[in-house]
């Protein structure tokens, strides 16, 4: 158990649809990094936040958003979804805004777009 | 660009065997270089990580080390068991930044 949290475990929505995917980072991280996992494209880094402000953007979609909360936890906004965008979607967590930290995965959310 | 090529799967091997997983890179400057391991249904966990040249990261009898010379980050294991079946991905962090590069994962199946 990493300790980073994410709901739900799974979502399953109709295309033109938003959802918003939750991450509970480790006690004490200040980072937090949303990834998107499919078939086709494998792992790919989206968005980070640190201390609740953005930090360093990735392969993101305009359709999808992201913030942190002052409780640090953070949300991943997707809307306008399309079925490309069925996919795991990962959060990780760092204590810090180092390159050289560690990042734990949380377990996933698995979005299903029909 | 900061890339990552590692060995495409599936890599099936007996018990015992001795396992090489290959990783190259691309990037500017010195990146740090991690493994990471997803088992069916979870998160990716780190294995291991090196954030220098010549670093060797070990971790559970799975070692990799840091060549600059040959932009590699190989994982090397003497003796898999059943229990190390599992998708492995080899990783990239730049140095000036957070954008972070995954390989496309290699799958490792174990066989008693």
């Known amino acids: 158990d990493s300790g980073v949290t994410q709901t739900p475990k799974h979502l399953i929505t109709a295309t033109g649809q938003r959802v918003t995917l939750r991450c509970s980072p480790r006690s004490g991280d200040l980072s937090v990094y949303w990834y998107q996992q499919s078939l086709d494209q494998g792992l790919q880094f989206l968005i980070q936040y640190y201390n609740g402000e953005e930090r360093a953007k990735g392969n993101i979609l305009e359709r999808f958003s992201a913030q942190q909360f002052p409780d640090l936890h953070s949300e991943l906004n997707l809307s306008s979804l399309e079925l490309g965008d069925s996919a795991l979607y990962f959060c990780a967590s760092s204590a810090l805004d180092r390159t050289t930290d560690t990042q734990y995965f949380g377990p996933g959310t698995r979005l299903t777009v029909l | 660009g900061n890339s990552v090529t590692q060995m495409e799967g599936p890599v099936t091997l007996s018990e015992e065997a001795f396992l090489t997983i290959n990783c190259t890179y691309t990037a500017t400057g010195y990146p740090s270089l991690f493994w990471y391991v997803q088992y069916p249904g979870e998160g990716l966990q780190l294995l291991l990580k090196?954030?220098?040249?010549?670093d060797k990261g070990s971790n559970k009898g799975f070692e990799a080390t840091y060549r600059k010379e040959t932009t590699s980050f190989h994982l090397e294991k003497g003796s898999v068991q059943v229990s190390d079946s599992a998708v492995y991905f080899c990783a990239l962090r730049p140095y000036n930044n957070n954008d972070m590069r995954f390989g496309a994962g290699t799958r490792l199946t174990v066989k008693p």
């Open positions: 090196a954030t220098k040249a010549d």
